[in-house]
């Protein structure tokens, strides 16, 4: 039997594994940030037909969607009272929070420091 998304320890156990999921590929985008990064100029250097910037903005995406939606299922089932998963809840709630924070930082860092080099 399926388990239902209205049940609060339901909803503290994804919020953990979202919030896991979402490091992945915030982890993913700050390398492929850092690699690219001259610290000369103080740019994010990429060519123009290359695949750099979609596969950033991807990972960005990725990590932004599962982040926010682990921070909202812990939030939501944190203080419930039929909640048996509460330290769950509350570790989803702040992981979500925190690869938010990350990814946020990430995309305007990326969108003031692009530098884009023609081929």
């Given at each position: 039997m399926a388990a239902s998304l209205r049940r609060f320890?339901?909803?503290a156990?994804?919020?953990v594994v979202l919030g896991v999921f979402s490091v992945v590929?915030?982890?993913?985008a700050v390398?492929?940030?850092?690699?690219?990064?001259?610290?000369?100029?103080?740019?994010?250097?990429?060519?123009?037909?290359?695949?750099?910037?979609?596969?950033?903005?991807?990972?960005?995406?990725a990590?932004?969607?599962?982040?926010v939606l682990s921070?909202?299922?812990?939030?939501n089932s944190a203080g419930q009272r039929r909640n048996d998963r509460t330290v769950q809840s509350w570790i989803g709630f702040f992981l979500g929070g925190s690869v938010l924070t990350l990814n946020i930082v990430l995309l305007l860092?990326?969108?003031?420091?692009?530098?884009?080099?023609?081929?």
């Open positions: 320890d339901v909803q156990k994804w919020a590929p915030g982890i993913s390398i492929l940030a850092l690699r690219n990064y001259e610290h000369e100029l103080g740019q994010i250097v990429y060519g123009e037909k290359g695949l750099f910037a979609p596969t950033l903005l991807a990972c960005i995406l990590s932004l969607l599962s982040a921070l909202l299922l812990g939030w860092a990326f969108w003031m420091l692009r530098l884009v080099q023609p081929a």
